[in-house]
Nanobody, 115 residues
Framework: QVQLVESGGGLVQPGGSLRLSCTAS????????MGWFRQAPGKEREKIAY???????IYANSVKDRFTISRNNLKNILSLQMSTVESEDTAVYYC?????????WGQGTQVTVSS
C-alpha cells in the first residue's frame, strides 16, 4: 500500500515556472515506478512524465524539453519542475505509483496557467 500527497499547484503566468511535489509513504516505495499525469477539463487523463524503479525516464511530447521529473528515493519524494508553461498546461496534476497490478493515485493538485 502506498499513499501519495501532491503539493505545489497554483496559478502561474504563461512562460513562468512551477514545481510540483509528491510525497509518498508506505512499504518499499522505491520498488514502484512513479509518474505524473494530468487531466484537463473535458479531456482524458494523460501520462506526461514517468520514472521507473531503475531510473529510466519518459516524457510526453507535449512537455518534453519543458518539464523535468526527478525522484528522491531516500525521502520518497517525486518532483515535477515545470518551465515555460503554456495555457494548455492548465489541468489537475496527479501523482501515480505503480507496480504490476498495483496502482495508486494522489488526490491531485490544480495548476492554472493564466495572465
Amino acid at each position: 500500500q502506498v499513499q501519495l500527497v501532491e503539493s505545489g499547484g497554483g496559478l502561474v503566468q504563461p512562460g513562468g515556472s512551477l514545481r510540483l511535489s509528491c510525497t509518498a509513504s508506505g512499504s518499499r516505495v522505491s520498488r514502484y515506478g512513479m509518474g505524473w499525469f494530468r487531466q484537463a477539463p473535458g479531456k482524458e487523463r494523460e501520462k506526461i512524465a514517468y520514472v521507473t524503479n531503475t531510473g529510466n525516464i519518459i516524457y510526453a511530447n507535449s512537455v518534453k524539453d519543458r518539464f523535468t521529473i526527478s525522484r528522491n528515493n531516500l525521502k520518497n519524494i517525486l518532483s515535477l519542475q515545470m518551465s515555460t508553461v503554456e495555457s494548455e498546461d492548465t489541468a489537475v496534476y496527479y501523482c501515480n505509483a505503480g507496480l504490476g497490478s498495483e496502482n495508486y493515485w494522489g488526490q491531485g493538485t490544480q495548476v492554472t496557467v493564466s495572465s
